[in-house]
């Protein structure tokens, strides 16, 4: 089976490309290479450089490939940079969202598998947060998201696309073996600003917001690991290719870490001192988000392997120091 991957340069694309070539799946790429990286892309999989909102490049690329299904990860993802800049994400996020669906209608494409978040939710209402909980975000990465979810929903029940929805929690650490791994520029999330600091690149971690109404005042947040999130989009795969109806799942694993608490699970990690301040608060923020994700265990079979933030970490620090300037080197 033909899989196409948008995004599949990036972070999580490329862990889920790397899953699915594993998995026996005949994989094709779309990724603009604007925060992906060609070289995080294996061999294996044909990588067509373009973007998702260019219709002409699309049709060519569905009609060059056989494809069967869509595991749609283009997007921009950085909270703060939404909050200074929300048409940006309209325009890609939800207006990508858009064209992909034309083209796969076009096309007689059914399924797709795409990247929601946690941020659409916002402030939650009730710890854990379930599926059916309300979404109202907080900042215009989430709503871009939320509209993409609903977007996807009315052209199910206009063209039969079905679709699963994978919200996500926190997503950090990288493939065991350090090939592949988290690279952005500029870093904004904390795990892997940790470890620049940790390394030695940075001289300290700003910790946004001491005041929340958490057990120690930083924000608590729900981490899960990158090869575990990967393999949740092969069994949603297969959840559409068995004929299932559309359907929304949390990816988390259920448990709470601060950010003081993270940053000690660093420490002990790396065996890093790694230095840090209090910093005011970050605007968009909630306070806390932990996924009840009983639902994607039931249904889906998920079954994460890595439940100690301490080896996600450790995961991930394994990358720095295999690639301590990324895919440059
Ligand atoms: N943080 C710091 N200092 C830093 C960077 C981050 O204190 O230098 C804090 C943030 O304020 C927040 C926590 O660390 O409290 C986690 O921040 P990240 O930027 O790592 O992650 P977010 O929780 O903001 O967002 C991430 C993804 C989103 C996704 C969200 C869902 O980037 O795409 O998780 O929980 F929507």
Redesign the pocket.
């Known amino acids: 089976m033909t899989v196409l991957v948008l995004g599949g340069a990036g972070y999580i694309g490329s862990h889920a490309v790397d899953r699915l070539l594993d998995n026996g799946y005949d994989v094709a790429v779309v990724d603009n290479l604007v925060t992906g990286h060609k070289e995080a892309v294996r061999k294996e999989a044909r990588l067509h450089i373009g973007d998702v909102r260019d219709k002409a490049f699309l049709r060519k690329v569905f009609t060059e490939e056989n494809v069967e299904g869509v595991v749609h990860f283009a997007a921009f993802?950085?909270?703060?940079e939404s909050m200074k800049d929300p048409l940006k994400y309209f325009d890609n996020n939800t207006g990508g969202m858009i064209t992909l669906l034309e083209v796969m209608h076009e096309f007689n494409v059914a399924n797709i598998v795409f990247s929601s978040?946690?941020?659409?939710y916002g402030e939650p209402k009730q710890i854990p947060i379930k599926e059916t909980d309300p979404q109202i975000p907080t900042n215009p990465?989430?709503e871009s998201?939320l509209a993409m979810e609903k977007i996807m929903h009315w052209s199910d029940v206009a063209y039969g696309i079905k679709f699963v929805a994978l919200r996500?929690?926190?997503?950090?650490g990288a493939k065991p073996d350090g090939s592949i791994g988290e690279d952005h520029n500029p870093e904004?999330?904390?795990?892997?600003?940790?470890l620049q600091v940790a390394a030695g690149k940075r001289d300290k971690?700003?910790?946004?917001?001491s005041d929340?109404p958490t057990k120690d005042g930083?924000?608590?947040?729900?981490y899960v690991h990158v090869v575990d999130l990967a393999d949740a989009h092969i069994l949603a795969l297969k959840y559409l290719a068995d004929g299932n109806d559309s359907n929304a799942f949390n990816l988390g694993s259920a448990t709470g870490f601060s950010?003081l608490e993270?940053l000690e699970a660093a420490r002990r990690a790396t065996g890093k001192e790694i230095p840090a301040v209090m910093?005011p608060?970050?605007p968009?923020?909630?306070s806390t988000?932990i996924a009840a994700s009983d639902k994607a265990r039931d249904i889906l079979g998920w079954k994460p392997q890595y439940d100690d933030v301490e080896k996600i970490i450790a995961s991930a620090w394994n990358w720095h120091e295999k690639h301590p300037n990324g895919y440059k080197g």
């Open positions: 993802s950085v909270v703060p978040t946690a941020a659409t990465y989430g998201k996500y929690f926190n997503v950090a904004t999330h904390l795990i892997p600003i940790i971690l700003q910790i946004f917001g929340y930083t924000n608590v947040r729900d950010n993270i910093a608060r970050r968009g923020d909630p988000l």
